[in-house]
């Protein structure tokens, strides 16, 4: 499967680098949750989650979108979660705590 997740996951590198403004601070994690399911995470700058998440979540959706249509060609489940590194940061410090 590491052809498919690296196809996608440059895909999602090359669309996220090209409507956030600081592409240096932008992290994409991948986790393969069962043998044809993956899970992508965005970790972003604060600013750049706004921006890349758009009015009312258009633009995350339609990269969603894109995203899973071109998984599904491949025979993947793909889902994407964008996050700010506070989030992140967050979201490990209550992982840690369990």
Do not use: C, W
Not at 47 to 58: E, H, K, Q, S, T
Not at 77 to 92: K, N, R, V
């Amino acid at each position: 499967m590491e052809p498919v997740t690296e196809r996608l996951r440059n895909f999602l590198q090359y669309v996220a680098v090209q409507l956030i403004d600081d592409p240096a601070q932008a992290q994409l994690k991948v986790a393969e949750l069962a043998p044809k399911k993956l899970r992508f995470k965005l970790v972003l700058a604060q600013a750049d989650v706004a921006m890349l998440i758009g009015r009312n979540g258009f633009t995350a959706s339609a990269i969603r979108s894109v995203l899973k249509a071109a998984a599904e060609r491949e025979g993947v489940q793909a889902t994407l979660h964008i996050h700010s590194h506070e989030e992140e940061a967050d979201q490990l410090a209550r992982n840690e705590g369990h």
